[in-house]
């Protein structure tokens, strides 16, 4: 059996953070529920730990650690909305997406969908930079969230 | 993080003219990546496969340098040896990761910290002993690379 499935088999999710179970159910692997209040939704690991510095350099704390990877699905994104929208002490949330291979558009877009398939009571504050942008853009202008 | 390559980008390969070097060039080549340069020491100055010339290690062009790093393993304090010995110009680093939680895997496999190696505190002391400059936040990398440096052989004096 494979590292990983032995894992799964022993794992007692019972012991874990629920919020980091439903995450992983979700399909978001790289998901770290912390004590602040500022949710993050980065694409890349290294990325969003300067996210966090950041953050924590101006003050803030942020409510978690999200890689959302390379895969270009907006439910990605709409599923990370869902998990900072279940974790009560998030009161707004960052979004920091640097598109490589990820795409700027299809990030808009899971925004987006996310607003109309949840009720979003936090501000969300968005900074795009990369591949789409100009599309991605359009997207965001277009829905205004 | 990843960069999307198509027909426009040029490609530099590090190590062209070793074995894995050759099989990955070759192979870019053959899909239509654009294979400018290649970088072997010792081997500057001669053309790969008669297509692409090789340099040396040393880019003139190359004024400051930044190093991004983050949490895990001692790929940082491995580089600050070797900035003290061969490095001569200035550099300006960022580390990634201070405030993540110590013991939890932040994405991808290395960015773990066990053991106090592995800590952002450990890699950032390495790093100025060696005379790096540290940006807290990347946004401070770019006033960290301007200022004069005076330079006393193979380490700077700020």
């Not at chain 2, 070759?26 to 010792?42: D, L, N």
């Amino acid at each position: 059996m494979k590292m990983h499935e032995y894992q799964a088999k022993i794992l007692d999710t019972e012991q874990e953070n629920p919020l980091e179970v439903d995450a992983r159910g979700k399909g978001i692997e790289n998901y770290v529920k912390l004590d602040g209040d500022i949710g993050i939704v980065v694409n890349g690991a290294g990325l969003a730990m300067a996210v966090m510095d950041t953050l924590k350099l101006a003050g803030g704390r942020p409510a978690n650690f999200l890689d959302i990877g390379t895969l270009n699905d907006s439910r990605r994104v709409v599923n990370a909305f869902r998990i900072l929208s279940a974790d009560p002490d998030v009161k707004s949330v960052l979004v920091n997406i640097f598109g490589g291979m990820a795409r700027v558009d299809v990030i808009a877009t899971g925004i987006v969908e996310a607003h109309r398939e949840m009720e979003i009571k936090f501000p969300v504050v968005v900074r795009l930079a990369g591949t789409n942008l100009a599309a991605g853009e359009r997207i965001l202008g277009a829905n205004p969230v | 993080m990843s960069i999307l390559v198509d027909e426009n980008t040029r490609l530099l390969v590090q190590g062209i003219t070793g074995g894995e070097g050759t099989f990955h060039a070759r192979a870019c080549i053959e899909y239509g990546t654009r294979v400018v340069a290649g970088v072997t020491p010792g081997k500057g100055g001669i053309l790969w496969e008669n297509k692409v010339p090789v340099f040396n290690q040393q880019d003139p062009g190359t004024e400051a340098i930044v190093l991004i790093g983050e949490i895990g393993g001692t790929a940082e304090q491995e580089a600050a040896a070797f900035i003290r010995k061969r490095v001569t110009k200035p550099v300006t680093a960022f580390i990634a990761g201070g405030a993540a939680p110590p013991g939890r895997r932040m994405g991808h496999a290395g960015a773990i910290v066990t053991g106090t190696a592995g800590r952002a505190e450990e890699k950032k002391k390495a790093l100025v002993v060696v005379g790096v400059r540290l940006a807290e936040s990347p946004a401070e990398i770019p006033e960290k690379i301007g200022g004069v440096t005076v330079h006393h052989g193979g380490r700077r004096d700020r």
